[in-house]
């Protein structure tokens, strides 16, 4: 643990006066520190805590609290956090740490474009998610509106946007989003020209392939691959600056699956945010509603029972598994091998049936709930559940020597797409990311939740970082898996499945961060609540928005191929990057 | 006989077992990848699957023939025949029996392969002229492969050249019928042709021109309808010149070992082509089975290895066949 004697010190020797530092008992230790003093605070505090966690924004103004934005750092050796948080008027600058932790790039140009905040010093303060010209959409001043609204607002008569959009609707033009952009401007003059348009191209990636004086000089190119590209997992679109089949620099535009669940959530009551947390990350469904659930239980103060726990643990472990599946196949899609594909949707299918057995769904279970699960598990599924144990671990074996056991596919896997330990720390990997670096840490085992502290299992970990060591972690994290829904099936103590509560739930004021370790990593959800029935604002803090800017930084330098690959090992679910 | 006549009539006949076949490979890709990747579709639709393979061919045919704005129109439209005709013509060169075969000229070898050598030409313009960066990667990808990959091909031939002392493939078989199949001495020879084959015919793990999760179609990527199925045409009648040019050089062709050719009378063809078949399934089995190289491993094989390798076989072998030949006619 880092104590706040420490803290307090290392302020005082960057001679900042924090406004306060209180132990908060939801949140931990919160440092509140003036909007001026924020990057002489990361000054001070970066060599003690490795990783930027999560970075958040809070409309507070209807409690005359300004925007708040919220930073939560974590030192892995002493296992400690450090929520840092700043307050400033609407439309206020916001100094941008990434200087201290690159992991602040994506995370804060969505906080500054959803409360409506200036970022200064960002290399690329661009919005993220929401279309530029739209109203700051978090903030409570912004309404929630139906179609019928935006279908009936219109432009007035002779506006220059319109014209515009016109004239492009007639040329088949699709229009820029920022005409500003060189980006866009490239892009633009690549369309309305039959030749591609003198000068250089780039993406806005911190980092950039150099030219090998040896090679040719030859053209670079733009490359959209995406939204609809067959390798992208979803809407991702990246724009590549390419040098013949080699990434120079490449820029990953997110936004396509922007439903807004942050906001809706606000109207929610809390038993129902699990439907909302359930499309986020759509393939790991129960470990998000588990984070919503456990952080509910602990602002409301209730006791689970135990069998809630491990009936919990068994469904979020099953669903690692039949979300590691949908992984580990596609990923040797990506290198050209179609048959594992389609093994690995096989054993899927099995786990899907459990899970339908169970909460009778196959995906958006909503079943863990706050104060337990919505139904206890029946012996027929335990049935099933040992049938597949009997075969599970042998077709592992299996899928590894259909996959990684050949030659080529070690060529493919080997030294593509690596993450540096440093690079995994400043960019706030976590999961089988982080371990796959050589950072050891597991939620499961480090923070331990549910039933999480009765359970047997081992956390692999890698050194080089690369494709092959995440699929390697991985594929030992479904064995560990397959060990703990074992050691669920033979423990299971007897009892309620559910916790008795009231049937609309109030939930004291307070606030509180709940992490858990979800197949893609850590998936925590930041909970503020004013004391009524619904959360004043919930935020969802997605691992794999913190994939996508390390792998966006580790494109560069690849060839195509390598680079589709690389990218389909970080596992993105956009449900979850967007919200 | 009217000797035009005849020659449409030849070129009929071809035509017909090219389309037979392209309709039976399709089915045969179909149920072996099908099984090899428990899929459930190929199998299941239909009597035995069959169904598969008549949706399938009814889509090629009822969709929309459309080309992109910016395309260069001319080479656009032409370059599925530019890949086509080739094919075609190489089929022709096939001798499913003594008889059995279309065009026999005294080169038939080197004819056949100086047609094989077209189609990647076909496909460069046909990547080329889509406008479409994945197209074009694809295309030239094309054009490295088939530098890369024809002198190998061209090297494995010749040893079974330097046995039979003709580059007729019907003397090839005759002489393999007379001594052993060329399998037996060539083995180094027959694994670089099967190697260069597949990569030949762009099947993973060398579908480089394609690569579906990297250029999305490749070359094809902007292609609709029936052009497209041309050149799937073309590939798979390619994938049947290669599986019978390799029976024909390395395993006797249409002859069985111990069988005199009068004692299989009309058996021959069925022979032929029931070893063709054999090939084209492990063809397709590789191509279930593996991940696909990366482009420049794809080079570096070629360059690196299979080149060097096969000229410095050639040597060894050329060599050794001097050697016995002398002590032969010394003893």
Known sequence: MIERARIA????????TPVSLEDESCLGLVLRVAADDLLATFAALRDSFEQLIDLLGADLTPRNGGIEVTYRLRSLQENSDLVVKTTLEPGAALPSVTGFYLSALLPEREACEMFGLKLTGHPNPKHLLLTEGLPPMLLKSVPLRSEEDIQAETLPEGDPALQLLQEFEERGIIPPEDPDDPLENYVMAEW???EPPPGPIVPRNIRRQDDDPQSLSTNHYLLQIGPAHPATHGVLNIVAEMDGE????????????HRGIEKLA???????LGTLVDRGDYVGGCNNELAVALAVEQLAEIEVPDRASWIRVLMAEINRLASHYIWFGPTGLDTGAMGIFLF???????????LEEISGQRMMFNYIRPGGVVADITPKSVQMIEDILKIADGRLDEHYDALMASEIFQQRACGVGVVSKEDALSLGATGFVARASGIDWDLRRDRPYAAYDKMDFDVLTADSGDVWARMFCRLDEMRQSLRIVRQCLDGMPEGDFSAKLPRVLRVPEGECYVPVEAPRGEMGVHIYSDGTDKPYRMSYRPPTLYSLMISDLTLPGHFLADGIVSLGSFDFCFGEVDR | MNPWLVALLRALLILVVM????????????????HAHLRLGPTELGPAGIAQVIADIVKLLTKEDRHPNRSDRWLYLIAPFIVFVPSFVAFSFIPFTDKLVAANPEMSLLMMLAFLAVPPLGIFAAGWSSRSKFATIGAMRAIGGMVTYEIPLLLAAIPPVILAGSANLQAIVLAQSHSIWYILPC???FVIALICAQMETNQAPFDMTEADQELVAGFSTEYSAMRFGFMYLAEFAGNFTFAALIVSLFLGGWTLPGISATALGPFAVLVFVAKCYLLIFLFMMVR???SRYRVDHYLEVGWKRLLPFSLAWIVVFAAAVRIIAMLKGGA
Do not use: F
Request: proline share 3%; glycine share 8%.
């Open chain 1, 344 to 354: 690995c949707l096989y054993d899927r299918e099995l786990w899907l049936d459990v």
């Open chain 1, 246 to 257: 080699k990434i120079v620099s490449s820029e990953a535009h997110v936004g396509n699956l």
């Open chain 1, 192 to 194: 309305l020209s039959p």
């Open chain 2, 187 to 189: 083995l180094p020879s």
């Open chain 1, 9 to 16: 010190e290392l302020l005082s020797g960057a001679s900042v």
């Open chain 2, 19 to 34: 389309l037979l076949n392209g309709s039976l490979a399709i089915y045969m890709v179909r149920k072996v990848l099908g």
């Open chain 1, 266 to 272: 606000e109207s929610r009551r809390y038993h129902q």
């Open chain 2, 288 to 290: 279930g089975t593996y």
